[in-house]
Every structure is written in C-alpha cells, then in structure tokens.
C-alpha cells in the first residue's frame, strides 16, 4: 500500500511539471499569456522564470517572450520579459514585445 501511495504521489508531481506535447511548436515566439491559452504551461513558465533569476509575477509570465523549440514535448526557451506589453502576432506569426 505505501509503495502505491508514494509512486502515485511521485507520478502526481512530474504530471504537474510535463507540458502537454504539440502545444508550443514551429518554433515560433509565444508571448507567456498565448501559452496558458494553449495548455497547462503556468508552473513551467513559474520554473523557467525564477530558474532565469526572474520574478515569477503575474505580469511576468503574462508578459514574457518564449522560442518554442518544436521538439514534440512542447518545451520553450525563455527569451525576455515585455516592458510593456507582449502581443500577439497573428496565425503563423511570432509574438513580440511591445516596448
């Protein structure tokens, strides 16, 4: 019983970092804001952010610059955070900052 609960517990907490796969892909640039409106990505811009040494604020991971990588898992490599605003691009446009 106790090894259920703990490989359960385990599996609990690497499904609540693994982003869906496909959701970030064509290695565009995605503001942070597009990225929650595609998939489960709030505790992986969290981790990106403060990994980077950056406040993980709701503005910030609003408003911050990420390059899909297009690698099937539907990770991200964080560019910058917007000054003012992260906007998005169009359909097969990269976001950008407008600053």
Do not use: P
């Amino acid at each position: 019983m106790q090894i259920s609960t703990i490989t359960l517990s385990i599996a609990a907490a690497f499904a609540s970092t693994v982003v869906v796969a496909n959701n970030c892909a064509d290695n565009f640039v995605w503001c942070g804001s597009d990225l929650l409106g595609t998939g489960d990505y709030r505790g992986y811009i969290q981790n990106k952010l403060i990994g980077a040494g950056v406040e993980a604020s709701e503005f910030n991971i609003q408003n911050s610059a990420w390059k899909c990588l297009n690698d099937g898992q539907g990770n991200a490599d964080y560019i910058t955070i917007c000054t003012h605003l992260c906007q998005y691009g169009g359909a097969g446009q990269n976001d950008y900052c407008l600053n």
